[in-house]
């Protein structure tokens, strides 16, 4: 069974109607990206899919309709959403934005997580507590991605996590994401425009085109495909 | 000499009213991101409550607590029912709520209390301490040491609990906030409920020093907002300390300057918030919002 099946999803902002029917799914423990172009409702999907914007249509998780849930209900189902733009706490110290993300949870072992966190991105620890607004781009980035796994999340929802980086810093962050998917079992979705860099390391692919699904596989029939290679990844 | 600590030391005092204010006013807009011009009416409203416990023939520590209880309650009913639907939208239309929450107040309690005046019990007593012939208001000091002790709790709330954090997490960045499960309306609800609560206390303190009526904090509410923009917006211990100069320098003013004697008072806030934003405009200790691009 899939950890999360969204199916004839429908979702927009006032009046505009964005994703007219998307359908796809995402198995426990997989890196899955969603590519398409800009506007095709890649955004749009992620926020629909943590609640943050009107949707109809279903979306399970963990086989438990969470069609309707707010977006503080789904972080308690431990689903942890970096949003564009980073969405960090800028007024908040490093530290303090990693205790935020530790909200919803009970447990004592909040300070374990964190050095883990820092573990990943020992960048943070050194700047623990500075303010947020105060980091560069990358460091934000990673900040955003430590914070959503204070949540311990199963699914990680990430959108365009390239966004600004310099390509050195992109890959060096798409290999600790990676690393945080095997080693934790952390199911990432992600969204992304840089195909040619998330195509190498996400485990399957789905291609939204105008609100609609066109094309989904595992990443190494995507990257096969003749149109997908004419139109994404420019070869 | 003696007259002159004599000014100062009253000054403080007074200031320490404004101060009292303004913390209340700081703890909206910490907690929930907007300027509450109704927060001294709301204040009146709670001195009222008080004062009608009073009458009633409730002990006065119980008449307090009570007060205090119901303005926490009133708070976050306010928040529920008022701010909420507009929650999010432009700050323009948060600032004409809560101005039209003034109003609504104002005449509310002007319907059920009247706009005559009464007088409220003091907290501590008439006395005076005599140091070195300066008289110094017991009442004074029992309003800086209450005062102090709110301030002191609110910073720990705020710096070492889990509910602080959240609330000024959601003042920041509301959106954020919902992702990481905080539930934003209940956190801003509990903002407003503690801000009711300070300035239910600010208007117990005061209204033995003026008299209660429904514009007790009419006046006062300009000079906490300077003590508030003197302080930087963001702090209590700013606002605090922007009560005192304010208290202090209006005094002064009012005192050795001829041409502003009584009448002109009010221009030393006035002039104080437009210096403040011209030189300083994250006030003495307001963390200025830091972003790179």
Redesign the interface.
Known sequence: MSLLEVSDLEAGYGPVTVLRGVSFSVDEGRIVTVLGPNGAGKTTTLRAV?G?IRRSGSVRFDGKDVSRY???KM??QSV??V?EGR??????TVE?NL???A??RRDKDVAADMQRCFGHFPRLQERRSQ?A?????GEQQMLAIA?ALM?RPRLMLLDEPSLGLAPKLTRELFSILEKIAREEGVTLLLVEQNANLVLKFADDAHVLEAGRIVLSGTAEEIKADEGIRRSYLGV | MERFVQVIVDGWATGSLYAALAVAVVLIYRSTGIVNFAQGELAMFSTFIAWGLIEAGVPLALALLGTLALSFAGGMLIERVIIRPVEGGEVLTLVIVTLGLYILVNSLAGWIWGFGNRSFPGLFGDSQLDVAGVGIPVESIGIVAVLIGVVGLLFAVFQRT?IG??M??VS??P??????????GRTLMIGWGIAALVGALAGVLLAPRLFLDVNLMGGVLIYSFAAATLGGFDSPFGAVLGGWIIGIAENLAGTYVDFIGNDLKILVPLVAIVVVLLFRPTGLFG?P????A
């Open positions: 943590s943050m707010t977006p503080e972080a308690r942890a959403h949003p969405g960090t706490f800028t007024g908040l303090e205790r935020v993300g909200y919803p303010h607004g105060s980091l560069s781009g914070r949540l | 889990k954090l959240a000024r997490a920041l960045n959106d954020s906030s919902r992702l990481v499960g905080i539930s934003v963390s919002e830091v972003a790179r």
